[in-house]
């Protein structure tokens, strides 16, 4: 239940006034839809995890090394890292656990023989654009289907979103670092 006059009537964090009942209702509307999507989302995610054998920073190095190879470019186990903000030991294990699960090969990189490159193997590919690309392409479709007005709405709702989890993130970490010091 997200309806803020049932979680909150005395309005001590959700301050309603000058709403009337029914933008109020549009609001929890629109909440509870974020809700039914981040879950479908999350359930979609997890089955391809599941279906694949992988967690998700395998799934997100899967997804950077088929969208560096769609460009014609090489992959590093160093692009790797960087892309996924993790040390070169994690992802030496990662590309280990990749490579034993028959999703990526290594082979000596073209141009610096210092270095390997890294490759998603062809039925990988085929099962991440049967699951994840049909996904992605029905959410493309859902927002090609907004006018351009509406889509400018979207983007502002949703970085506005995300810019206050980020502050409330920002005050949890301040509030953390205060807490230790005493």
């Known amino acids: 239940m997200m309806d803020p006059r049932v979680m909150d009537p005395d309005q001590e964090l959700v301050r309603r006034a000058g709403l009337a009942d029914g933008d109020v209702d549009q609001v929890v509307g629109v909440l509870e839809a974020l809700r039914r999507w981040r879950e479908t989302e999350r359930r979609m995610s997890e089955a391809s995890r599941r279906y694949m054998k992988l967690g998700e920073t395998d799934m997100r190095a899967l997804r950077f090394i088929i969208a560096m190879q769609n ?105 953390d670092q205060r807490s230790g010091e005493r």
Do not use: N
């Not at 030496?92 to 656990?97: C, S």
């Not at 999703?103 to 270095?115: E, N, Q």
């Open 71 to 175: 460009h014609g470019r090489v992959v590093t186990p160093g692009g790797i890292a960087e892309h996924l903000g993790i040390t070169t030991a994690s992802t030496t294990k990662l590309i280990d656990r990749l490579a034993a699960g028959g999703h990526v090969r290594r082979f000596p990189h073209p141009s610096d023989r210092r270095s390997l490159a890294i490759e998603v193997t062809d039925e990988t590919r085929r099962v991440a654009r049967e699951s994840v690309g049909r996904s992605h392409a029905r959410r493309f479709a859902a927002a090609a289907r907004l006018t351009p007005r509406e889509r400018e709405t979207v983007i502002r709702f949703l970085d506005d979103l995300a810019s206050s989890d980020e502050d409330r993130h920002d005050e949890q970490s301040h509030h």
